[in-house]
């Protein structure tokens, strides 16, 4: 992604990005594709480096109605996605914490989990998630 498109994003969404997602996303780690299985497109879903698939994520959550997610509750708007596994689980940033943990909403589960401790160490999280899945085949 480029400045632009980053500022797109804050725009579109009306929030502030924090740093640490700008700058990784100006210096996207491209070497995520060449380490993706053969089912997966990283930059379409699961990290997504697209503003319009930023956009669309966050603003295909906000839209259900209330309880979709959280009893009785709206997806929060500080919750900040960043990628999905094909819109029934989300990866996002809790923008309100000031933190860079990556976190997965599990739709079937209605869970919440930390993924990785920080988006710098979401990429490799990501390629040992595929690992997992692929020895389960």
């Not at 697209?50 to 959550?61: E, K, L, S, T």
């Not at 209330?66 to 996605?81: A, R």
């Amino acid at each position: 992604m480029t400045t632009a498109d980053l500022d797109r994003i804050e725009a579109a969404l009306d929030l502030k990005l924090p740093a640490f997602y700008r700058e990784c996303m100006l210096n996207y780690p491209r070497w995520l594709t060449e380490k993706q299985p053969a089912w997966s497109d990283v930059t379409y879903w699961d990290f997504a480096d697209d503003p319009d698939r930023v956009i669309h994520f966050n603003r295909y959550v906000r839209g259900f109605e209330l309880g979709e997610f959280f009893d009785d509750k709206p997806w929060p708007p500080h919750y900040f996605v960043i990628g999905s596994e094909e819109e029934q689980n989300w990866y996002f940033l809790d923008l309100a914490s000031g933190s860079e943990v990556v976190y997965l909403y599990h739709h079937d589960l209605g869970e919440i989990r930390q993924v990785a401790p920080s988006l710098r160490e979401f990429p490799n999280a990501l390629v040992d998630w595929w690992r997992e899945v692929e020895s389960m085949q």
